[in-house]
C-alpha cells in the first residue's frame, strides 16, 4: 500500500473517532443569563430560567419584535437537574449555560440550607461555570427578581453583576461572590459564609412589565440591599451597609469607599474618599486562649470639605486622620458585635488561627463558634490622607 | 530522443572560450529535420541552399544578397530574422562595411586568407563568430544573430546583432517597494543579466547558460557567486536542469515545477522575483539563481519558509518598522489560514468560548439565516474566490462593474437579505484582506486553498480539527526541503545567527556574517535531501 493512501486511510479515521455529533448552532440555543432558585409549598425545587432574547439585546434593525430583552422559564423538579431537564418542556430552545451570570437562590430556600444543595450541580456540570455570582433575593422570590424588566442595561442579570461589582470597588458595602468563592467558605471551618441579597423596590408586579422600561422613572427596580450572614449553610441573619462595609475592611477587599467624619461640630462635614487599603491580621495564643489583631492601613484623599478649618495647617490633616482612624474602627467594631453576638466567624479569623498556628486550632476547630463569641479582637487603623484634592481649603476658609 | 547530461553548458562571461572547440553536436533543432546535422561547403549557394531547406518558407527570414567584389567576383549572402535582429547594426557594420568601395583595396593588399581579412579587418559588428555546423548556425540564427556566407569559405560568419523589441525596463507590477529602486526584471535575459551584474561587480559571479526545452531551446541561466554558494547545491541545480525533458519551455514556473524538491506540495520551494535587488541580495547570500528567457520571474533557491514572509521593502525601512511590519505578515497569514474556520468551530462547537455580550450579538444577527455556519462561510469564500478570478480575469475596461456588483454580493445587500450574517462578512472579507499581505503571491495561494481544508475540519471536529490540521501542516512543513534546506530553518531547526533576519530584521550592523543556512558554511545537514528524483522522471516523489 502507498505511503500516502495509508496516510488519507489513518487521517479518516479521526473523522470516525469523533464526527460532528456536538456541533449545534447558535440560533439554535438560548442563551441563560441568570438562573433563580425557589422551593415550592410541596418541597420540590423550582428553576428559573432568564433566557436572552438576542436580537431584543442588540437591537438589530428591523429584527427586533418589541419584545422584553428577556424572557422567564421555569419548571420544577425534586432535583436542580431534573428540574431544569423538564425546563426543555417550556424552553423553546435548548437550554445553552455556559454564559451564566448570576444565581439567585431564594431567602427561604437558604434559611433552610438550600445553598448547599445547589451548589454541586454548578461544580459537577461540565456546561456551567462556577464563576457566576451568588445573590439572595431578600424578601421576594428568586423568580420575580429574575422577571424583573431594568432600564439601561437590557439584561438584568447582567445589570446586576457589573452593578456588584461596581459597588465593591467605590463603596465597599458589598463584596462580590462567586460560586467557587461560595464553595470554598461553605467548605472551610473557620469561616462563615456571606452573601450579598436583592430586592424589588416598588412595585414588584409593574416591575416586569415591558412598560417598566419605557419611562424615566421605572415603577420596580432591582436593588441589592443588604448582606446574609450563613451558619452551618443556612441563612441565619442580614447585616446592615454599616456592617457589610466593616466586614470588607477587615477582609482588605475596600478599594474604594467615602466615609465621613467631624469638623468644627458638625459631625458629617468632611467627606474622605479611600484609595488604598490593606489589612493583616495576626492571631496570638496566650495562656490556651487566642487573640486576634488587626492591622488597617488606609490612604485616601479628602473628596469633600464644607466646614473652615484650614488644610495648609499639617496638624489640620493629622487631626483629620485621627478622627478617620476612629471612624473606620467604629464601623469594623459594629460588623464585629454583630458578627460575635451571632457567633458566625464571617471574617476568617479561625483561618487566620489555622494557617498561624495550626497545631493549636485543632484543639479550637470543634467550638470555635463559641470561642469567637468572646475572642480578644484589638483594632489598629492607620489612616493617611495622602491628597487633598485639587484645591486646599474649602470656599468656607477662604471667605473666612 | 534523450538528451541527458548532454548538453554543454558556457560562460556568457567569457564567449570567446568556445571559439574553435568543436565539439560533436547532438542538438536538435526540430523534431521534423530530415537532413540532420550537416557541415557547410565551400559553394555558396550549396550553402545558401542548407539554411533554406531547414529554415525556409518561412516570410520572417530575410536573405541579403551581396556582391563584394567583381574582379575578382566575390559573392556573398546575409541571413537574418526578422524582428530579431537590430537592422541598424546588420545595415551599419555589415552591409556598409560589405559593401564598401574601398574593400576592394583591402582584399587585394592583405596577404592574409579571405576569410582572416574578412572576420578580422572588415567586419566591424561587436562579436563574430565561425561556426561550421548547419544547426548551431541555425540557432545562432533564430536567437537574433545575423549569418553570413562568402562564396568559397565552407564556414558561417555568426555576427551579433542581436536586437528586436523589447518590453523597457519598468517598475515591478506584483512586487512594490515605496522606497527601493524601481526597475523591474523583462523578457529579454541579456537585459535581466545586466541588472543583476549592474548591482554586483563581483568577478565572482558566474552565469551559466543552457538550453533548456528539444523544440524552444530556450536559454537558461544558472546564477551564482563562486566560493560564497554552496558548491554542491550549484551542482545540484545543474543535474536538476539538465535532467529537464520536455519540448518548451515558456516560463519559469515551468523550470521550477520540474525542478522543485517535491512534486505535491502547496508550498512553494522556490521563491519567484521580478526584482533584481531581491536576486541580487540572495546572491550575495549565497543562493542560485535561474534565469529564464523570456520571463521577468527569476527563480531562487535553496529557500525557506520564512523568505516568502520578507519583503525587499523590508531592507529599506528601519528594522523596527521592519520587524513589526514582519511580525503582522505571519499574523496575517495565520488569520487567511485559519479566519474562517476558527469562527466556523466557535460557533458550531465552542459558543461558550465567545465573550457573552459577543455571543448575543452574533446569536441576533444569525436568528433569520438559513444555513447552518459552515454552509454560509462556504458560500461566502466561494462567492469571494470567484469574484477574485473576475477581477484577473476579465479586459480592465468592465473591472468598475464587478467591483460594484462584487461590493453587492459580499456586502449590504447579502446581509439585509438575510443570508448571511453581517460577522461573516466581516471575517470573510477581513481573511481576504490578511490574505493580500504575503508578500509572495504563491504563498497566499497556497493559504487559500488550504483554508477551505480548515473549515471542513472545523465544521466536522470544532477546534479539535482545527488542531489535527494544523499538526498535520506543520508536519508536512517540516518535511520539506528546497534542495537540501530544511524548510522551516532557521525556525526548526533553529539557527540562532539566522534569528536576525529571520521573524525579525535586526540592524544591518549588528549582522556580522550573512544568512549562513545558504552558503558554503552551512552547519546543517543538507546533503540528504538533495538528491530528490524528479517527478518527470519517475512519475513519483521520493
Known amino acids: ?400 | 530522443m534523450r538528451l541527458k547530461n548532454s548538453k554543454k553548458t558556457q560562460q556568457i562571461s567569457s564567449p570567446s572560450e568556445q571559439n574553435g572547440k568543436k565539439k560533436p553536436s547532438q542538438l536538435l533543432l526540430n523534431e521534423g529535420l530530415e537532413a540532420g546535422n550537416n557541415y557547410f561547403k565551400k559553394s555558396l549557394d550549396q550553402n545558401k541552399k542548407i539554411i533554406k531547406d531547414i529554415v525556409g518558407e518561412t516570410s520572417d527570414l530575410i536573405e541579403h544578397e551581396l556582391v563584394l567584389s567583381s574582379d575578382p567576383l566575390i559573392k556573398g549572402v546575409v541571413f537574418s530574422i526578422n524582428g530579431l535582429v537590430d537592422k541598424q547594426q546588420v545595415g551599419q557594420f555589415i552591409l556598409k562595411t560589405l559593401l564598401d568601395d574601398k574593400l576592394k583595396e583591402k582584399l587585394v593588399s592583405s596577404k592574409s586568407s579571405l576569410l582572416q581579412k574578412i572576420e578580422k579587418q572588415i567586419l566591424t559588428v561587436n562579436e563574430v563568430t565561425l561556426e561550421t555546423e548547419s544547426d548551431k548556425t541555425i540557432h545562432a540564427l533564430l536567437s537574433g544573430k545575423s549569418i553570413l556566407f562568402i562564396d568559397g569559405i565552407d564556414q558561417a560568419f555568426i555576427c551579433a546583432t542581436i536586437g528586436g523589441e523589447w518590453r523597457s525596463v519598468e517598475e515591478p507590477t506584483a512586487e512594490i517597494a515605496i522606497r527601493g529602486p524601481k526597475d523591474g526584471f523583462i523578457e529579454s535575459m541579456s537585459i535581466n543579466i545586466s541588472l543583476i551584474r549592474r548591482r554586483i561587480k563581483s568577478p565572482k559571479m558566474k552565469f551559466e547558460v543552457i538550453q533548456l526545452g528539444k523544440v524552444s531551446q530556450t536559454n537558461v541561466a544558472i546564477t551564482y557567486m563562486k566560493g560564497i554558494a554552496n558548491a554542491k547545491v550549484v551542482q545540484e541545480v545543474r543535474d536538476r536542469l539538465n535532467k529537464i525533458d520536455v519540448d518548451e519551455i515558456l516560463s519559469s514556473a515551468s523550470v521550477e515545477e520540474l525542478i522543485q524538491d517535491k512534486a505535491f506540495t502547496l508550498f512553494p520551494t522556490m521563491l519567484s522575483t521580478e526584482r533584481p535587488d531581491v536576486v541580487a541580495n540572495s546572491l550575495a547570500e549565497g543562493r542560485i539563481a535561474v534565469i529564464v528567457d523570456g520571463t521577468p520571474f527569476v527563480l531562487i533557491a535553496p529557500v525557506t519558509f520564512s523568505q516568502f514572509f520578507k519583503s525587499a521593502e523590508d531592507y529599506y525601512q528601519r528594522p523596527e518598522i521592519s520587524s513589526l511590519i514582519r511580525i503582522l505578515r505571519y499574523i496575517a497569514f495565520t488569520l487567511a489560514l485559519l479566519g474562517p474556520s476558527l469562527f466556523i468551530a466557535l460557533l458550531m462547537f465552542h459558543q461558550d468560548l465567545i465573550p457573552t455580550t459577543l455571543v448575543i450579538t452574533l446569536a441576533a444577527q444569525r436568528e433569520g439565516i438559513p444555513f447552518p455556519a459552515f454552509i454560509e462561510a462556504f458560500i461566502m469564500e466561494v462567492t469571494f474566490e470567484i469574484l477574485r478570478e473576475a477581477g484577473l480575469r476579465m479586459p480592465r475596461a468592465i473591472g468598475q462593474a464587478v467591483s460594484i456588483v462584487g461590493a453587492l454580493v459580499i456586502g449590504q445587500a447579502a446581509v439585509e437579505a438575510g443570508i448571511v450574517s453581517a460577522a461573516m462578512v466581516i471575517v470573510v472579507a477581513g481573511t481576504a484582506i490578511a490574505s493580500f499581505t504575503t508578500p509572495a503571491y504563491n504563498l497566499a495561494v497556497s493559504a487559500r486553498i488550504l483554508r477551505f481544508g480548515m473549515m471542513i475540519l472545523a465544521a466536522t471536529m470544532g477546534l479539535y480539527g482545527v488542531t489535527l490540521g494544523l499538526i498535520v501542516l506543520i508536519a508536512h512543513l517540516a518535511s520539506l526541503r528546497s534542495f537540501g534546506t530544511p524548510y522551516l530553518a532557521p525556525f526548526a531547526p533553529f539557527i540562532p545567527e539566522d534569528q536576525k533576519d529571520g521573524l525579525f530584521r535586526f540592524p544591518l550592523w549588528s549582522r556580522k556574517k550573512k544568512s549562513i543556512l545558504s552558503n558554503e558554511n552551512n552547519p546543517l545537514d543538507t546533503e540528504k535531501g538533495l538528491n530528490a528524483t524528479q517527478p518527470s522522471e519517475t512519475g513519483d516523489t521520493k
Not at chain 1, 40 to 59: C, H, P, R, W
Not at chain 1, 101 to 128: C, H, P, S, W, Y
Not at chain 1, 316 to 332: G, V
Not at chain 1, 342 to 370: A, L, M, T
Request: glycine residues 6%.
Open chain 1, 1 to 400: 500500500m502507498p505511503k500516502w493512501i495509508a496516510f488519507v486511510l489513518s487521517l479518516s479515521t479521526f473523522l470516525i473517532l469523533s464526527g460532528c455529533w456536538s456541533a449545534v448552532e447558535l440560533k439554535d440555543l438560548s442563551i441563560v443569563s441568570a438562573i433563580g432558585i425557589d422551593k415550592l409549598d410541596n418541597g420540590d425545587i423550582n428553576v428559573s430560567f432568564q433566557v436572552i432574547n438576542a436580537s431584543e439585546v442588540t437591537g438589530q434593525q428591523g429584527a427586533s419584535r418589541g419584545a422584553s430583552p428577556t424572557s422567564v422559564f421555569s419548571s420544577s423538579g425534586k432535583t436542580i437537574f431534573e428540574a431544569a431537564r423538564k425546563a426543555t418542556k417550556n424552553v423553546p430552545k435548548p437550554i445553552f449555560p455556559p454564559h451564566l451570570n448570576l444565581v439567585v437562590i431564594n431567602e427561604q430556600f437558604a434559611k433552610e440550607g438550600g445553598l448547599l444543595k445547589t451548589l454541586d450541580l454548578f461544580g459537577r456540570d461540565n456546561e456551567l461555570r462556577t464563576n457566576a455570582q451568588v445573590m439572595i433575593s431578600k424578601g421576594t422570590d428568586a423568580k420575580s427578581i429574575l422577571m424583573v424588566q431594568s432600564p439601561v442595561e437590557r439584561v438584568t442579570a447582567e445589570k446586576i453583576t457589573t452593578k456588584m461589582e461596581n459597588l465593591e470597588k467605590i463603596s465597599g458595602e458589598n463584596i462580590v461572590m462567586d460560586i467557587d468563592d461560595v464553595t470554598s467558605a461553605l467548605t472551610s471551618k473557620g469561616k462563615e459564609l456571606i452573601v450579598s441579597g436583592i430586592q424589588i423596590s416598588g412595585d414588584k408586579e409593574a416591575g416586569q412589565k415591558k412598560e417598566n422600561i419605557q419611562q424615566s422613572k421605572p415603577n420596580g427596580i432591582l436593588e441589592i440591599n443588604g448582606t446574609a450572614v450563613f451558619k452551618d449553610e443556612k441563612l441565619i441573619d442580614w447585616l446592615n451597609e454599616e456592617e457589610s462595609k466593616g466586614v470588607t475592611w477587615v477582609l482588605g477587599r475596600i478599594r474604594s469607599t467615602i466615609d465621613n467624619v467631624e469638623c468644627n461640630g458638625d459631625p458629617d462635614a468632611i467627606a474622605i474618599e479611600t484609595l488604598k487599603s490593606n489589612a493583616n491580621i495576626q492571631s496570638m495564643i496566650k495562656n490556651d486562649k487566642p487573640s486576634i489583631q488587626i492591622t488597617i492601613q488606609q490612604e485616601g484623599s479628602l473628596g469633600e470639605v464644607n466646614c473652615g478649618k484650614d488644610f495648609s495647617d499639617p496638624q489640620a490633616i493629622l487631626d483629620t486622620e485621627k478622627l478617620l482612624a476612629d471612624e473606620i474602627k467604629k464601623t469594623i467594631e459594629s460588623a464585629i458585635s454583630t458578627a460575635q453576638e451571632k457567633q458566625v466567624d464571617i471574617f476568617g479569623f479561625g483561618d487566620v488561627v489555622y494557617r498561624q498556628h495550626p497545631d493549636s486550632w485543632k484543639k479550637y476547630e470543634s467550638n470555635w463558634s463559641e470561642m469567637f463569641a468572646d475572642l480578644d479582637i484589638t483594632i489598629h487603623v492607620q489612616a493617611h490622607i495622602r491628597l487633598t484634592g485639587m484645591k486646599i481649603n474649602s470656599f468656607q476658609h477662604q471667605k473666612k
